[in-house]
């Protein structure tokens, strides 16, 4: 079977190597090739003798996801969709900002964890990615930004944060995820902080664990809720995980993090969590984990039977955490003519060769709805 050589992070590429018969130093060779420089093409390979380069031109493919759209809003937020087959896609959002540059990636082709205010999990769930489709996404980023060491735009930086919090849950695709963490965080590859990677979930606890175990980042832990009658409602996993369990595992997960807070998001949802009272009872909750607020105003989808928080509310609400000594930051939201905004990605491609075997077109179906 062909391998993609973007589905193998350093270990996995040695080992590739070491089959072949070949030195360990090769691995790191065609790693700086290909995530360092975005080099796909064997040729340009030169360091590499060419009857290595023949047989990885036998053996492998260096294959990303394509990009069947890429459009920028008015603010700088550009929004890529890209096919990972069978009439699926997955979208990443770069959101350009003074001090850095954020991508945000996606995970997995819908999601099964159903909360009730998220598009995505409205979509269902498909499947996981792999890990060429995850760091895919950052290297076909980084083609279409030219944030490559050596392009004009000298870009390297451009793409300073990535956050896993596009389409999916993280931690149910724990093991790609981890791979695909470790080439972000390679020097031989994108050579990215720790501190600069930030995995968002819903509230996996053993997989938390697991994750600070085999790959430590940056943490934010979607809480959306002060009390577990709510959040049972809104994230439904939390009836397996409930707050008490999810509390420990990120004091668990804060002994060997790279930052020394858990960021918490909670969306603002008019009526529904956003009263004074459950701000102090966030408050309360917290107390004995260091971490930070982040409110999200909710980004509403076709069908979704949530409104968006006054903003006056959201301030109110903000003031009221900061009151109690948290730091809380309310999400801008961005890449609003392009429905690039947190929980409004639900990328999805009707594949129309059924009816015309010719002409293959790919077709952006509307957010909301279900091929
Ligand atoms: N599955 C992970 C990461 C992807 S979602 C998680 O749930 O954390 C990234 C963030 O967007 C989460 O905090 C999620 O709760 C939030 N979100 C989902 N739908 C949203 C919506 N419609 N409006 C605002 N935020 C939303
Ligand atoms: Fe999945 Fe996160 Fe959406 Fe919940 S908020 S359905 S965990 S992607």
Not at 123 to 152: K, S, Y
Not at 170 to 192: F, I, K, Q, S
Not at 273 to 278: F, L
Not at 338 to 357: E, F, H, K, Y
């Amino acid at each position: 079977m062909t391998i993609n050589l973007l589905d193998l992070d350093a270990a996995a590429l040695t080992a590739f190597f070491a089959d072949q018969g070949e030195k360990p130093f090769r691995a790191r060779q065609v790693l700086r090739w290909l995530h360092r420089f975005g080099q796909a093409d064997f040729s340009a390979m030169t360091d590499i003798a060419r009857s290595l380069r023949e047989k990885l031109e036998v053996l492998t493919v260096v294959q990303p996801p394509p990009v069947i759209a890429d459009r920028l809003a008015d603010d700088g937020t550009r929004k890529f969709l890209f096919d990972v087959g069978g009439g699926n896609a997955v979208e990443a959002v770069f959101i350009p900002e003074e001090e850095r540059g954020t991508l945000c990636i996606s995970t997995q082709a819908g999601c099964a964890l159903d909360c009730s205010f998220c598009a995505t999990g409205k979509q269902g769930f498909n499947r996981n990615l792999t890990v060429a489709e995850i760091i895919g996404q950052l290297w076909q980023a980084r083609h279409a930004l030219g944030a490559w060491p050596e392009h004009p735009a000298n870009g390297e930086r451009l793409i300073s944060n990535v956050v896993l919090m596009g389409m999916g849950e993280p931690l149910a695709n724990l093991d790609n995820t981890v791979r695909a963490l470790r080439l972000m965080l390679d020097d031989n590859a994108y050579g990215l902080s720790r501190r600069r990677v930030t995995v968002s979930t819903s509230g996996l606890v053993p997989a938390m664990d697991r994750l600070r175990d085999e790959c430590p980042v940056a943490l934010a832990v979607s809480l959306h809720a002060p009390s577990d009658a709510l959040r049972d409602e809104l994230v439904p996993i939390n009836r397996k995980y409930p707050l008490r369990a999810l509390l420990a595992a990120c004091q668990r997960y804060l002994e060997r993090a790279p930052r020394d807070f858990i960021t918490f998001e909670y969306v603002m949802l008019d009526g529904v969590n956003d009263s004074d009272a459950h701000a102090g009872e966030l408050l309360a909750l917290t107390r004995e984990v260091p971490c930070k607020f982040n409110l999200i105003p909710f980004n509403p989808f076709p069908g979704s039977p949530y409104r968006r928080s006054p903003a006056t509310r959201v301030r109110r609400f903000a003031e009221i955490l900061l009151a109690g000594g948290v730091v809380t930051t309310t999400r801008r939201t961005r890449g609003d003519d392009i429905a690039a905004a947190c929980g409004q990605l639900a990328g999805q491609v009707r594949d129309r060769t059924q009816r015309s075997r010719r002409s293959f077109v790919l077709e952006l179906v509307p957010q909301g709805a279900r091929a």
